[in-house]
């Protein structure tokens, strides 16, 4: 198969699993536990099929691409893996048998790891990797630069002005989009036009095996933010930790109330705080965090279009060697639909 032909059969497996995902996640929370497990089974299998074409794409791939291209095929394998776990859950609601678990409490509740005495504890840190990233690096997403100028650079560079004029931000900032459109990097970019610390926080950084550690972690990530002053706080693919409420993770459910209330705690704060969520599944983010003085600003970030991927790959080819004559506009019209 032609790589033109096989990347657009990957673009089209992968859409259907996005929407068999979404189908089974509507019919888990409309009760529908059968049908649910049925549909997460079926956007597994097609998760997995996508990651095969991936892997056959690699071969073509240059150098260069190669880890991006592994990234995304290890992301599809875990996300197909995810969706075998949530159709086995569905499975036991649907029959109503509990979850295995390591034993029960003498008044028949499920027993919960504890964190030991003298456990280390949990500590968060601002970025210093030396990336220093400006919006004149960032191809293209002009719309999206002008959202973030008007509604959190500007009202921290001209404060006194926004002061006077009783005007604030509105609160956060959702960054949404498909994968690889450049949302990290215009968070980056973020901070550093504003000159403000940058928090870099993913799932795996808040939640843990013990009770009680996801909203302990939580608080600590944002008594440091806190004691910075004034900091970007950045959770990549916040879905994972801002899902909606109402399912049955017991975690998730007590996770969500503990960040809503850290983030509105910056009310009364002195300092300047900037809070940004990442994602590709916007649908999926609890609307609770989506109020007025939250994360109020939405701001999408869409895949390159044609001048800005000629952009893109006009500004990869500086300094390298290559060929005279080679056509820009052929390779940017061939890499439509894809990603940064």
């Known amino acids: 198969m032609e790589k033109e032909n096989l990347y657009q059969a990957y673009q089209d497996r992968l859409h259907e699993a996005i929407r068999m995902d979404e189908r089974a996640c509507m019919q888990r929370r409309n009760g529908e536990g059968t049908k649910a497990a049925a549909s997460f089974r079926e956007a597994a299998a097609l998760y997995a099929d996508a990651a095969r074409l991936m892997v056959e794409l690699i071969d073509d791939c240059a150098a260069e691409e190669l880890a991006d291209y592994q990234k995304s095929v290890d992301r599809l394998i875990a996300v197909s893996r995810q969706m075998k776990d949530l159709a086995e859950e569905a499975e036991r609601q649907a029959s109503g048998k509990p979850r295995e678990s390591q034993g029960r409490t003498p008044d028949g509740r499920e027993k919960v790891p504890q964190r030991e005495e003298g456990g280390e504890e949990p500590g968060f840190t601002p970025v210093t990797d030396g990336k220093e990233v400006r919006f004149e690096d960032i191809v293209g997403l002009e719309e999206a630069k002008q959202i973030v100028l008007d509604e959190i650079i500007h009202p921290i560079t001209y404060a006194e002005i926004y002061r006077e004029f009783k005007k604030s931000n509105g609160g956060g900032l959702l960054l949404f989009g498909p994968p690889g459109s450049g949302k990290t990097m215009l968070a ?12 870099s926080v993913k799932c795996s950084d808040i939640v843990g095996k013990y009770f009680g550690e996801a909203e302990k972690k939580t608080k600590a990530l944002f008594d440091a933010v806190r004691a910075a002053g004034n900091a970007v706080v950045f959770l990549d693919e916040a879905e994972a930790l801002a899902c909606r409420r109402g399912g049955n993770s017991t975690v998730m459910n007590r996770l969500v109330p503990e960040l809503l209330a850290q983030i509105d705690g910056f009310d009364k704060f002195e300092g300047h705080v900037i809070v940004m969520f990442a994602t ?22 869409p895949l390159p279009d044609y001048p800005v991927r000629l952009a893109l790959i006009r500004k990869e080819m500086e300094g390298r060697p290559c060929q005279s004559d080679l056509d820009y506009g052929k390779i940017a019209r061939e890499t439509r639909n894809m990603s940064c």
């Open 188 to 199: 980056r970019a973020i901070a550093n036009e504003a000159k403000l610390p940058f928090f």
């Open 280 to 301: 590709n599944r916007p649908y999926d983010i609890d609307p609770a965090f989506l109020r007025y003085g939250r994360l109020a600003t939405l701001c999408y970030v």
